[in-house]
C-alpha cells in the first residue's frame, strides 16, 4: 500500500517531509501558506503531481481566515496566494495546472456568499487528490502491460507514491507489474544532486518487496552496454505538445544511452503534466538550483565552497528518444504531434 504522502486533515496540509527519508517518516501538520510555500521550494514535498496538490491545497490555507466582504475583496487576495504559490518551482507544470484550476472554481462560483466559496474550493482541491489517485492506478495498469516477467528496469529519480497522492507515475507501473504475479528486477540511479532515487525511490521499492538494486548515476552505460536493463520508465514534469519531456537532470543522458544501446525508454506521466501551449520543449522553463546542492551532499560539503556551480534541476528528452508515453488515457507513440492531439482534446473537454 502506498503511504499517504499529502492530504487534507483537520483543516491543514498533512505531508511527509521527504527530505527526512529514509531514515525517518516524519509527518508535518502545514496550516500556514508560506510554512507549504517553504516546503515546495525546499523538496519536501516534491513530485510533479504532488506539487499540484500541494498548490491546490496551499489555496485553501491561502484564504481560510479571509474576511472579505465581497467576491472582489476575496478574489484579489486568492490571486496574491496563486501567485505567491506559483513562484514556488517553475517546472513541473502541474502547479500551474492546480492553481489555474482554483482560479476558475473561484471566478465560476462568484456569485455564492464567501463561506460557500470557500467549501468549494476545499472540495476541488479534494477532487485533483482524488483524480490523481485515479490517474495513478490507470497509468500503472497500462504500464504493466508493456513489462514482462523478468524484465530490467531502471528508473530515474522518485516518481512513485511520494511524488503523486498514490502509486506513482513510473514506479506504479513497477507495483502494478508485481500485482500481477511478474518478477521484476528494479535499478535505481542514485539522482545527484539531491539523491532522490537512492534516499526515494529505493525506499518505497523495498517497502513493495521488489528486487532493488542502487546504482550511481555514471553507471548507467555500463549497465546497458553489457545487456543488464531491458527497459527504463520515468516520470515527467512538463510534456509539450509534440512529446518533448522535461524531466529530472539526468533524464535526457539515459534516452540517450537506451537509444544507442535500444533499450526501450518510457515516460509515465497523468494529463495533468501536459503543457500543450507549448510547442516543443524548448519553450519549457528549467528551474536553476541553489549552488551549494552540488558542493555539498546531504549537508556535508565535497567540493571548494568558492567554486562555481551550474545547477539545473531538469533536462528536456526530445521526443524522438522516447518509445512511448504513458498516461491515464492510454499508451501513446510516435508521431507524438499528431497521437497527443487526442489528448489534448480529452484535456480541454475536462
Ligand atoms: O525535483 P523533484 O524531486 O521534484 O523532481 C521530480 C521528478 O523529476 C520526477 O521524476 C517527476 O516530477 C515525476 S513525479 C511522478
Known amino acids: ?40 521550494k525546499n523538496l519536501e514535498i516534491r513530485g510533479a503531481p504532488a506539487i499540484g496538490i500541494a498548490g491546490a491545497l496551499g489555496v485553501i490555507l491561502g484564504v481560510k481566515d479571509s474576511k472579505a466582504k465581497s467576491f472582489d475583496e476575496f478574489f484579489e487576495g486568492m490571486e496574491r496566494v496563486i501567485k505567491f504559490l506559483a513562484s514556488s518551482r517553475p517546472t513541473a507544470i502541474n502547479l500551474f495546472w492546480a492553481l489555474d484550476r482554483m ?12 463561506a460557500e466559496i470557500k467549501k468549494i474550493l476545499l472540495k476541488e482541491a479534494l477532487k485533483i487528490i482524488a483524480e490523481d489517485k485515479k490517474s495513478c492506478r490507470a497509468m500503472a ?49 542514485e539522482t545527484r544532486p539531491l539523491l532522490q532515487g537512492a534516499r526515494l525511490t529505493t525506499w518505497e521499492l523495498l517497502n513493495e518487496g521488489i528486487d532493488t538494486t542502487l546504482i550511481c548515476d555514471n553507471m548507467a552505460a555500463s ?42 525508454f518510457y515516460v509515465v506521466a497523468p494529463l495533468s503534466s501536459f503543457d500543450f501551449r507549448l510547442k516543443s520543449g524548448a519553450d519549457i522553463p528549467i528551474e536553476e538550483r541553489d549552488g551549494n546542492e552540488v558542493r555539498m551532499i546531504l549537508g556535508k560539503q565535497i567540493a ?47
Open 141 to 189: 495498469r497500462y504500464g504493466a502491460r508493456l513489462v514482462k516477467k523478468g524484465d530490467a528496469i531502471l528508473t530515474h529519480c522518485n516518481a512513485g507514491g511520494l511524488a503523486t497522492a498514490d502509486y506513482g507515475t513510473a514506479l506504479g507501473v513497477l507495483f502494478e507489474a508485481k500485482r500481477q504475479g511478474k518478477a521484476i528486477k528494479a535499478y535505481v540511479d
Open 223 to 264: 549497465l546497458m552496454a553489457n545487456g543488464k536493463i531491458d527497459k527504463i520508465f520515468v516520470g515527467a514534469d512538463r510534456i509539450a505538445q509534440n512529446g518533448d519531456t522535461a524531466n529530472k537532470i539526468g533524464t535526457y543522458n539515459l534516452a540517450i544511452l537506451a537509444k544507442h544501446h535500444n533499450v526501450l
Open 103 to 114: 482560479e476558475c472554481v473561484a471566478k465560476e462560483n462568484s456569485d455564492k456568499p464567501i
Open 1 to 40: 500500500m502506498p503511504v499517504e504522502t499529502i492530504s487534507w486533515k483537520n483543516v491543514r496540509v498533512r505531508y511527509i517531509d521527504q527530505t527526512m527519508l529514509p531514515q525517518k517518516l516524519k509527518y508535518v501538520d502545514c496550516d500556514d501558506v508560506r510554512r507549504l510555500w517553504n516546503a515546495i
Open 304 to 350: 571548494p565552497s568558492k567554486v562555481k556551480v551550474y545547477n539545473p534541476a531538469f533536462d528536456v528528452t526530445p521526443n524522438e528518444y522516447i518509445t512511448a508515453i504513458i498516461t491515464e488515457e492510454g499508451i501513446f507513440r510516435k508521431p507524438y504531434k499528431k497521437s497527443l492531439e487526442r489528448l489534448n482534446a480529452i484535456k480541454r473537454y475536462r
